[in-house]
């Protein structure tokens, strides 16, 4: 199988510069391959920096050691050291995230934040928002709340709002960071299937599951973010 994302010797450590300069280590020598149509679950106890490696990946923290390479293109980028304007463009088709929150922008619709990364790939709005609406409506999500921006959506509803928006567009990597958190048994099951159908299309998944229910269901592989542990 083919390796879609190579994590080679990372370490991270935070400083806090407000609080005298503490240093915080998260973790060191991580390695990690990731090929297609495998899902691996970070594992470990927290704060053993499972969220953060998520980020890093993401290109939202920085990756001080190592590198951070993505089959982009059919090309190996380092995000840890891309030109951002790549890492927009690796964001744009190669590689998801589904954060645990939902980013809320005031006055646009459930519709067109879910339809949003598909009119960015350049397709014409009204047809994004059809896939949109399928989407929305395999994750149960009401019609009457579909025009409404998810400002006042439940923790639920805004989650599913985010998952749809993250599986509108096929991505050859995806980060899904507590998928599952706020959902009943029903819309658990809608997500487990999305995951599934995109590992059946070669998706490489990266995720933290804290349920061992939904980790045992989807994920391939366990990875032990422990064992890469940096003393203080
Ligand atoms: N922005 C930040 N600034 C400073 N320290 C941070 C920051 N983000 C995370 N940390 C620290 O890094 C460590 C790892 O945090 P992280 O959230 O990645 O752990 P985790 O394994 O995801 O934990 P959990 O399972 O509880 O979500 C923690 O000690 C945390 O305090």
Redesign the pocket.
Known sequence: MQDMLKLNNVA?S?T?YNQSGIQ?P?FEGLSLSVEKGECVA?A????????????MIYGN?LCPAGAIDIRHRDTWVDIASADPRVVLDIRRWTLGYISQFLRVVPRVSALDVVAEPLVGRGMKPDEAREHAAVMLGRLNLPESLWHLAPATFSGGEQQRVNIARGFVARYPVMLLDEPTASLDKANREAVLTLIEEAKSDGVAVVG?F?DAETREAVCTREFL?SDFKKAA
């Open positions: 991270k935070f806090l915080i998260v970070l470990g106890p927290s704060g053993m920096g499972k969220s953060t490696l998520m980020r923290y933290i804290h973010m």
